[in-house]
């Protein structure tokens, strides 16, 4: 697939490129900002009226967008092009400067947060300061965890040292990795592709030249890892957090007890779930046990169709409208507009992703399509984390706060929408067995598999606190953690052993993959109440849900659809709908047998 049919997104909304002259009069507007704010506030927040403080959010949001725009926009043209050294340079030299100029701005979080309650009160019924309630109730939650201002101020510098640092580390590196397979060269992204293969020896091969690669440049990835843990770890301590898990939680507006609760369940539920699905496919692929690298492999009677980007985008666009008129309206702006950047390209992040730099503007997807049922599928999920952004560009830029766990709602309903359409044009039981067996294994992947992930992130968090760990220990808690998951029919050992390094979440966004089975079971659950059928006008409900997902907490978010997330059986009821399918296949198989 050629790369000039695929369309690239186009920045130019942000900025024109990398030279735009406007570029330097921001970052130096953003400084002159941050200095004149520091001079007019600091060590007077007490004393202002409500007319005064109207000025102040006023001014934080001026900057706020300022530097979301300029960061957005230097991380955006990276990371398609992260073998290009004047874009990572460009992308460095925003960040540094970003972070230098908000320095004399530090104070503000820690002096509002002295600020006695009535206070905050009497501001809350301003009518212009009660549209910024849910920014205020936010920096309220953190002021247990906040240090002094010069503490706060080395951290903030320190990041781009510590932790930032690690990261760019590892991103760069990860995008410079070269895999060979039958004399023939692949990035990250395109690698990945042949785990998708019909033929089981290029599966294998590709495997285990994953695993390899990863373990050759094990002692970097390892190092770096050791380094993000203690450096997460540090400031943990100092912020006073009980677990390496609870500024996550904090972040996300969800209890430690709460995740517990979902990890547990999920885990309970490995068994039904996971090991019996992957019994069937150790059937369907003829042999007694899988490797690991099958786990998301075809079945060897399912087509090998693939599809061109303008019928997945249609394919798309048609379960959308379906759904809701109003929801394919916002996701047509996509690909009308140029918002997408679609074809893999030696250099380009793998992956995919959707980015919104500025809350009260559009949001960019990023894709590597080659063709595969699967990549449309990715493509329903990005287009649902852009449409969800859409919904909520009247909040403004600082209610707006992204939560993991609920920005991953849109993106796995989006993908349950077109999934349920592919199925019901599907023409008989193979292609339905086959259609549904790549369902649930992406469903395993989401709810099973990520808190297999977080239980490999718990207990190497908690390892590294008695020193460093080994990359041969790393590996041991991921085969551990995978092979109590999986179960005994799939084949967890040496070949698959470095693949936590190939895991980008845990070392940029730690604690975060909780939430993909978070938004799984919250969908899974909304998905059986919307066929249902109990609740009317179900998709404006939905749309509206959406728009609020920064506001309000989940038992408000879920209470037009009687659902309750304080409850056990809330996981339970999303995890069912799995089990649902995997009944369904089971009914299946006997018929094609």
């Not at 009160?121 to 906040?146: F, H, N, T």
């Not at 980015?355 to 990549?375: C, I, R, V, W």
């Not at 995890?575 to 649902?580: D, H, R």
Request: glycine share 4%; aromatic share 12%; hydrophobic share 35%.
């Amino acid at each position: 697939m050629s790369d000039k049919k695929l369309p690239a997104w186009d920045l130019s909304d942000l900025y024109k490129n990398i030279n735009d002259p406007q570029i330097e009069k921001d970052l130096s507007l953003y400084k002159r900002k941050a200095e004149n704010f520091a001079k007019a506030y600091k060590g007077k927040l007490s004393r202002l009226s409500v007319e005064e403080f109207r000025k102040v959010v006023k001014d934080i949001e001026k900057r706020a967008l300022l530097s979301s725009r300029l960061g957005g926009f230097a991380y955006l043209n990276m990371v398609t092009q992260m073998k290009n050294e004047e874009a990572v340079a460009f992308y460095q030299m925003v960040e540094e400067r970003l972070t230098e100029y908000s320095k004399p701005t530090i104070f503000f979080s820690l002096e509002f947060n002295e600020l006695p309650d009535s206070k905050i009160e009497k501001l809350l019924k301003d009518d212009v300061l009660s549209a910024y309630r849910y920014w205020i109730r936010r920096l309220r939650k953190i002021k247990k965890y906040q240090l002094s201002e010069r503490e706060e101020e080395i951290l903030l510098e320190k990041s781009l040292t510590s932790g930032d640092a690690w990261v760019r580390l590892y991103e760069e590196t990860s995008s410079r990795l070269v895999y060979e397979v039958d004399g023939k060269k692949y990035n990250d992204a395109e690698i990945s592709k042949l785990l998708l293969d019909k033929d089981p020896q290029t599966r294998l091969k590709a495997g285990k030249e994953i695993n390899r690669v990863l373990s050759e440049n094990g002692h970097l990835f390892t190092f770096i890892y050791n380094m993000i843990m203690k450096d997460k770890a540090i400031e943990d301590e100092k912020r006073g957090f009980k677990s390496p898990v609870s500024s996550r939680n904090l972040s996300e507006d969800v209890a430690d007890q709460t995740v517990e609760v979902l990890a547990q369940t999920v885990k309970k539920h490995y068994k039904d779930i996971a090991h019996r699905f992957y019994k069937l496919k150790a059937k369907w692929l003829g042999v007694k046990k899988i490797n690991y690298w099958d786990r998301n492999a075809p079945l060897p009677f399912s087509t090998d169709r693939t599809y061109s980007w303008e019928e997945a985008v249609k394919i798309v666009l048609d379960a959308y409208k379906k759904f809701s008129p109003k929801l394919y309206n916002i996701a047509k702006d996509f690909f009308d507009k140029n918002w997408v950047d679609v074809p893999p390209r030696d250099g380009k992040r793998s992956g995919a992703f959707c980015s919104g730099p500025l809350a009260t503007e559009h949001p960019y997807l990023m894709l590597n399509f080659t063709g595969k049922q699967n990549d449309v599928l990715t493509l329903a999920h990005e287009l649902g984390h852009g449409c969800h952004h859409q919904l909520r560009i009247k909040n403004g830029e600082l209610n707006e706060h992204t939560r993991m766990t609920s920005e991953e709602v849109a993106s796995v309903f989006g993908e349950m929408i077109v999934f349920q359409s592919m199925l019901q044009q599907a023409k008989d039981d193979k292609e339905k067995l086959c259609l549904i067996a790549a369902k649930v294994g992406d469903m395993i992947n989401t709810a099973i598999r990520q808190i297999a992930f977080h239980f490999f992130e718990t207990r190497a968090h908690d390892e590294r606190k008695n020193g460093e760990l080994s990359a041969k220990r790393l590996s041991r808690i991921w085969v551990e953690e995978m092979q109590d998951s999986l179960g005994k029919n799939v084949i967890v050992d040496e070949d698959s052993s470095n693949i936590w390094s190939m895991v980008g979440h845990f070392f940029f966004l730690p604690f975060y993959v909780y939430a993909y089975s978070f938004a799984d079971c919250f969908v899974n659950s909304l998905y059986q109440v919307n066929e249902a059928g109990n609740i009317d006008n179900f998709a404006d409900k939905y749309l509206d849900m959406l728009s609020k997902t920064a506001l309000e907490d989940y038992d408000k978010l879920l209470q037009p659809f009687g659902l309750n997330p304080n409850s056990a059986d809330f996981w339970e009821y999303g995890l069912s709908l799995i089990s649902s399918y995997i009944d369904m296949l089971e009914e299946l198989d006997k018929k094609i047998s």
